[in-house]
């Protein structure tokens, strides 16, 4: 939520990128839905219609947001002991970005969960002493026992919920693998936890689980990320919170209404990060349904939307969806509110230069998505023994990764791979690979970049 001082407030717009017309015959329509936030919040994270006067902050309204620092405390943090000293310094530094006022507290995390600060399911309000004493309760942390995550996530939420905010949000470091818990409980701990707060997951080190992490940060909405090196934590702590500081709005769902005889094919988000969405959507009304998207700061995402429209004629023009940015009623009641909508179109001619052209922002979005798969079948493959299903998938990544300008993730796969050829995705596997290296190719394999508009 916003910080009172600023003077503006947040306004979202919804552009639709696509190519509308279809062959005969022609079902699939796709478009890129990018959402943009821009503006503070005077409002207290409630963005206001065209025109209408932002109120001024109430005595003894809300704080802006609540946030949850889950600190793995088990037994290999101490191995080496340098890393339960820089989680230590890395949730001090995190403690410190925190914006007077906002509501927090921090859990150690081992096979059961305890809020060490400020304790007794409590939540405290930051200002210069509480931030000292939470400091004080971080040095006297230890590190033994197991890993349960889904107990912390579990406590975070009860923590989080009891407060009176509409930003609410977690930031979990692990170092190794969810071992005192089945998956079942991990699953059932996320599916209670989706949609109630968002939350940054981190993996230290190179002994934890990519794919646990990844999933953590996918179900709430928020990023992951490998620091292979422990004295990384502080800079990244830090950059996660100014982040989170600066969440306008929460709780804000794309909307999709498809008119009778449309189906739909999927809904991902496909810029900063690739995130499947298409079975999160919750029922909106007839025909209509949302997809959750977390909370915004000044930020843009692109979105790609996939629908199949009924058969129809040459000639003939049908709205295929129309798309809205809505933000949710208050739990106290009231109307929800469309931020921005836009139109996806179908339109049936014989021209095929027109039908069988492809929109740039489909077509890029298109191969980032493909990007992202091939990379962790890729690495699949590799650790399974198939070589040569790994350098073919790997390849393919060498290419798209090339074609589309992805520099980062083509640096990553240098490091995995001999590099023959770019453009035709001819590679040779490393015979050494660096864990690390593939770790962090494994963790960011979903980062995308945007289409050059």
């Given at each position: 939520?916003a910080?009172?001082?600023?003077?503006?407030?947040p306004?979202?717009?919804?552009?639709?990128?696509?190519?509308a017309?279809?062959?005969?015959?022609?079902?699939?329509?796709?478009a890129?839905?990018?959402?943009?936030?821009?503006?503070?919040?005077?409002?207290?994270?409630?963005?206001?219609?065209?025109?209408?006067?932002?109120?001024?902050?109430l005595?003894?309204?809300?704080?802006?947001a609540?946030?949850?620092?889950?600190?793995?405390?088990?037994g290999s943090?101490?191995y080496?002991?340098?890393?339960?000293?820089?989680?230590?310094?890395?949730?001090?530094?995190?403690?410190?970005?925190?914006?007077?006022?906002?509501?927090?507290?921090?859990?150690?995390?081992?096979?059961?969960?305890?809020?060490?600060?400020?304790?007794?399911?409590?939540?405290?309000?930051?200002?210069?002493?509480?931030?000292?004493?939470?400091?004080?309760?971080?040095?006297?942390?230890?590190?033994?026992?197991?890993?349960?995550?889904g107990?912390?996530?579990?406590?975070?939420?009860?923590?989080?919920?009891?407060?009176?905010?509409?930003?609410?949000?977690?930031?979990?470091?692990?170092?190794?693998?969810?071992?005192?818990?089945?998956?079942?409980?991990?699953?059932?701990?996320?599916?209670?936890?989706?949609?109630?707060?968002?939350?940054?997951?981190?993996?230290?080190?190179?002994?934890?689980?990519?794919?646990?992490?990844?999933?953590?940060?996918?179900?709430?909405?928020?990023?992951?990320?490998?620091?292979?090196?422990?004295?990384?934590?502080?800079?990244?702590?830090?950059?996660?919170?100014?982040?989170?500081?600066?969440?306008?709005?929460?709780?804000?769902?794309?909307?999709?209404?498809?008119?009778?005889?449309?189906?739909?094919?999927?809904?991902?988000?496909?810029?900063?990060?690739?995130?499947?969405?298409t079975?999160?959507?919750?029922?909106?009304?007839?025909?209509?349904?949302d997809?959750?998207?977390?909370?915004w700061g000044?930020?843009?995402?692109?979105?790609?939307?996939?629908?199949?429209?009924?058969?129809?004629?040459?000639?003939?023009?049908?709205?295929?969806?129309?798309?809205?940015?809505?933000?949710?009623?208050?739990?106290?009641?009231?109307?929800?509110?469309?931020?921005?909508?836009g139109?996806?179109?179908?339109?049936?001619?014989?021209?095929?230069?027109?039908?069988?052209?492809?929109n740039?922002?489909?077509a890029?979005?298109t191969?980032?998505?493909e990007?992202?798969?091939?990379?962790?079948?890729?690495l699949?493959?590799?650790?399974?023994?198939?070589?040569?299903?790994?350098?073919?998938?790997?390849?393919?990544?060498?290419?798209?990764?090339?074609?589309?300008g992805?520099?980062?993730?083509?640096?990553?796969?240098?490091?995995?791979v001999?590099?023959v050829?770019?453009?035709?995705?001819?590679?040779?596997?490393?015979?050494?690979?660096?864990?690390?290296?593939?770790?962090?190719?494994?963790?960011?394999?979903?980062?995308?970049?945007?289409?050059?508009?």
């Amino acid at each position: 939520m916003a910080n009172f001082s600023k003077s503006s407030v947040p306004q979202f717009s919804v552009e639709v990128y696509q190519n509308a017309y279809l062959p005969e015959g022609g079902r699939d329509v796709n478009a890129i839905v990018t959402v943009t936030s821009t503006g503070g919040g005077t409002t207290g994270g409630v963005p206001l219609a065209d025109g209408a006067p932002a109120p001024a902050r109430l005595p003894g309204q809300a704080p802006a947001a609540a946030v949850v620092l889950m600190v793995d405390c088990s037994g290999s943090m101490e191995y080496p002991p340098t890393k339960m000293r820089n989680a230590r310094d890395a949730t001090a530094a995190a403690i410190d970005t925190l914006r007077d006022g906002t509501r927090f507290a921090v859990i150690a995390g081992t096979h059961v969960a305890k809020d060490v600060y400020p304790g007794n399911g409590r939540l405290a309000t930051a200002d210069p002493g509480t931030k000292a004493q939470a400091k004080e309760a971080l040095r006297r942390l230890s590190s033994g026992g197991g890993t349960a995550i889904g107990t912390w996530l579990r406590l975070a939420d009860r923590l989080l919920g009891a407060a009176e905010v509409d930003i609410r949000h977690g930031i979990l470091l692990t170092d190794g693998r969810n071992e005192h818990e089945s998956p079942e409980d991990l699953r059932a701990a996320l599916d209670s936890c989706a949609g109630r707060f968002t939350c940054d997951a981190r993996g230290v080190g190179t002994d934890w689980e990519v794919k646990e992490v990844t999933a953590i940060a996918s179900a709430l909405l928020g990023t992951a990320d490998i620091v292979a090196d422990p004295a990384g934590l502080a800079a990244d702590f830090t950059r996660m919170m100014e982040n989170a500081m600066g969440k306008e709005v929460a709780d804000v769902v794309l909307r999709l209404w498809t008119p009778v005889g449309v189906e739909i094919v999927f809904v991902k988000q496909v810029a900063p990060t690739v995130a499947d969405l298409t079975g999160r959507r919750t029922e909106a009304g007839p025909r209509a349904g949302d997809y959750p998207t977390g909370s915004w700061g000044d930020e843009s995402r692109d979105y790609h939307v996939c629908v199949r429209v009924p058969e129809a004629g040459i000639g003939q023009e049908m709205l295929a969806a129309r798309v809205s940015l809505i933000l949710p009623p208050p739990s106290g009641g009231g109307a929800p509110q469309t931020l921005s909508q836009g139109l996806v179109r179908a339109v049936w001619t014989d021209d095929m230069a027109a039908s069988t052209s492809i929109n740039p922002q489909v077509a890029h979005y298109t191969g980032q998505a493909e990007l992202a798969q091939v990379i962790q079948q890729g690495l699949d493959a590799r650790k399974s023994g198939d070589f040569d299903g790994a350098t073919a998938k790997l390849g393919r990544a060498v290419q798209l990764a090339s074609a589309s300008g992805n520099a980062d993730t083509a640096k990553l796969l240098s490091k995995v791979v001999d590099v023959v050829d770019a453009a035709t995705g001819t590679v040779r596997l490393k015979a050494r690979v660096a864990e690390a290296d593939e770790m962090t190719l494994e963790t960011r394999s979903t980062k995308t970049v945007r289409v050059k508009k």
